[in-house]
């Protein structure tokens, strides 16, 4: 059961021991650089995770409290399971009174598939369940097709219940891609839009947050669709998002929300459309005080200068990133933004020289993603390596494409992608003529044939 009041953490509190909090935090800035990490932890930082607010640190936090804390794991440190608090939701409204009864969505081992994910119901009852009927979250019968009346009263249950369903799209998502479930995943959007549309908050924090959860859920969704090559609904959800953030004038949303259009236009040969929306996004972001998402938003614009061929301009705008990533992480990062490691900046900048055609330099970045990469994110580890073999195959270096687009294929079980699929089909389609006599290249392509068969789920 997910809380909606801060528990404190009695037993990190207990680690501190006779250290003030800035001592403290000053032991974990040391002891990340031990072992390579950039954390910005202050006193404020500790303090937030001694009340509470902070449930699960973030995976560069989590390194280095392990590193700090031999023999310990996450549990012993006070801190809850990474599942239950991934996502916008993780950050209760203060003061917020706790559900009656809270959702539970039952996930089973890593290797389902995600089409269980909106099967396996919310379990519960009372106005919980209610709740969750009417994001479609349940699975066939009358439940599934719930709307919801008109003027009805929207609680925490209700928004809990949209928020929850964010975390749970961006989990399976990092583990699995796309494809599997973007169709399930439009349901819960719909529900969410009809409480917006016909219900009736009983205050404005949680009108805020009806909001602000519709939202993120809609570019959450539009990324499934992007991610799975339905362009046009991608799109759509974008533009949905983009019109929410306005009616509620919430900027980061609207951040959010340019950054994934602008990405979607890069990626559907529009450039000059994506360096507008990235500047957007960064006129809307400027204001909230994190670098780490200027940063992501000048990579989208490099991106989409790339793209028109500006080299200038793209190296401008790559430097304004690196910049900004620089300036190492802030409280007021997105959570969305989890993602945005060095491994993602490294595999940005190789897709903005590999637009530009200078396939060696793009393959130096995309090899330094690959090894940076967290193995948690297995989406984005497939990517980066479809990406290292498509920039290898371009240089030239044919037998290390090869190896490389057999560790993708090796991931192709545990993740549904159709954009990767279409970047490693490229990548073989550059191999094919220039593998002759290579039997590392031939049986790449052979492997990759065998791979490329339809899905049996036809998604």
């Known amino acids: 059961m997910v809380s909606t009041r801060a528990v404190p953490n ?6 501190r021991g006779q250290r003030s909090a800035g001592e403290f935090a000053a032991a ?21 995770v001694e009340s509470g607010e902070i449930r699960c640190p973030n995976y560069a936090y989590e390194r280095v409290f392990l590193h700090m804390f ?34 539970l969505l039952v996930l089973g081992s890593e290797t389902d598939e995600e089409s269980d994910v909106l099967r396996r119901a919310f379990m519960t009852s009372g106005t919980t369940a209610v ?120 900027p980061a949303l609207e951040a959010h929300a340019f950054c994934n259009a602008s990405f979607l236009a890069r990626d559907t040969g529009r450039p000059r459309e994506s360096v507008r929306a990235a500047e957007a996004g960064q006129r809307a972001a400027r204001p909230l005080g994190s670098p780490r998402l200027l940063a992501l938003l000048a990579l989208r614009e490099a991106g989409g200068r790339a793209g028109l061929g500006d080299r200038t301009g793209c190296e401008q705008a790559l430097g304004r990133a690196h910049t900004a990533f620089g300036k190492g992480p802030s409280a007021a990062d997105p959570e969305w933004m989890t993602f945005f490691r060095e491994a993602e900046l490294e595999m940005l900048e190789a897709q903005c020289w590999s637009a530009l055609g200078d396939w060696s330099r793009a393959a130096r970045h995309a090899r330094r993603a690959t090894r940076l990469q967290d193995p948690h994110f297995t989406r984005n580890l497939a990517l980066y390596r479809a990406e290292l073999t498509w920039d290898l195959a371009r240089a030239g ?39 002759r006599g290579s039997v590392d290249v031939k049986d790449f392509l052979d492997r990759h ?10 998604v």
């Open 70 to 103: 031999p023999g310990a794991n996450l549990a012993d440190l006070g801190f809850s399971p990474r599942e239950s608090v991934r996502g916008r939701g993780a950050r209760p409204a203060a003061g917020a009174p706790p559900p009656p009864t809270s959702p």
């Open 10 to 15: 009695l037993a990190f509190r207990r680690l």
């Open 131 to 250: 709740a969750a009927a009417s994001l479609g979250l349940g699975f066939g019968g009358p439940a599934a097709a719930a709307s919801v009346p008109v003027q009805r009263r929207v609680g925490e249950a209700e928004v809990s219940a949209v928020e929850k369903a964010v975390r749970q799209i961006r989990l399976l998502d990092d583990r699995h891609g796309g494809d599997g479930l973007y169709r399930r995943a439009s349901q819960p959007l719909r529900r969410a839009y009809e409480l917006i549309d016909s219900g009736t908050p009983t205050r404005r924090s949680t009108a805020d947050r009806l909001h602000a959860g519709a939202g993120e859920l809609a570019i959450s969704v539009g990324w499934l669709a992007h991610d799975s090559g339905r362009f046009d609904d991608a799109r759509s959800h974008y533009a949905e998002a983009l019109a929410t953030a306005r009616l509620a004038g919430d």
């Open 449 to 458: 044939a065998m791979s490329a068969r339809p899905s049996p789920s036809g």
């Open 397 to 435: 270096l044919m037998e290390e494409a090869a190896a490389t687009g057999h560790r993708v294929i090796d991931l192709l079980d545990q993740v549904q992608s159709s954009r990767i699929r279409s970047m490693l089909a490229d990548a073989a389609t550059v191999l094919r003529p220039r593998g």
């Open 28 to 48: 974990v800035r040391r002891s990340a650089r031990e072992i390579g990490e950039q954390v910005a932890c202050d006193a404020r930082y500790i303090g937030r």
